[in-house]
């Protein structure tokens, strides 16, 4: 294990049993994006899934 993310211990104890916590910390927060990702690029895609779904 790693270093505890949260300061409370019932969070360490619950993300010890079950790494939710620790899971979405990893990938929504620190998301390895690369560096050309920019807003028009998630722009352009979600127009893209939008046309595909209508």
Do not use: K
């Amino acid at each position: 294990m790693t270093t505890p993310l949260h300061r409370y211990r019932i969070v360490q104890w619950i993300d010890y049993r079950l790494p939710i916590f620790s899971w979405s910390h990893e990938h929504l927060v620190v998301y390895p994006a690369p560096r050309n990702l920019n807003y028009w690029w998630n722009f352009g895609s979600l127009a893209g899934i939008m046309l595909v779904v209508q």
